[in-house]
């Protein structure tokens, strides 16, 4: 019913920017935030940063300063723009999104397949 896509991710030196893109399609009513998070082998998913409706964000203390997160309501979209990318910045990226359905009663959690960023030079 729901599908969450990420575009964006690829291979950057350390110093580098890249932008990250999520759209959210099918029968959604309203979302209520979305967010990116990323993993890397062997650790758990940890939050990179989130936005809400009305545009209040939270980030991971390791990103604070050097990436900023922004969406698009009328799009369904969320971009997280990364600069001063580092080394330990290299994972697989998610994009989360919490949303009312059509016709549903709940918030329901859905997650993309993930983008992978390297950063290496």
């Known amino acids: 019913q729901v599908q969450v896509v990420e575009s964006g991710g690829g291979l950057v030196q350390p110093g580098g920017s890249l932008r990250l893109s999520c759209v959210a399609s099918g029968r959604i009513f309203s979302i209520i935030d979305m967010g990116w998070y990323r993993q890397t082998p062997g650790k758990q998913r940890d939050l990179v940063a989130n936005i809400t409706k009305g545009g209040r964000t939270h980030y991971g203390d390791s990103v604070k300063g050097r990436f900023t997160i922004s969406r698009d309501n009328a799009k369904n979209t969320v971009y997280l723009q990364m600069n001063s990318l580092k080394p330990e910045d290299t994972a697989v990226y998610y994009c989360?999104?919490?949303?009312?359905?059509?016709?549903?009663?709940?918030?329901?959690?859905?997650w993309g397949q993930g983008t992978r960023v390297t950063v290496s030079s």
């Open positions: 989360n999104a919490n949303l009312f359905v059509v016709g549903g009663h709940d918030i329901s959690d859905h």
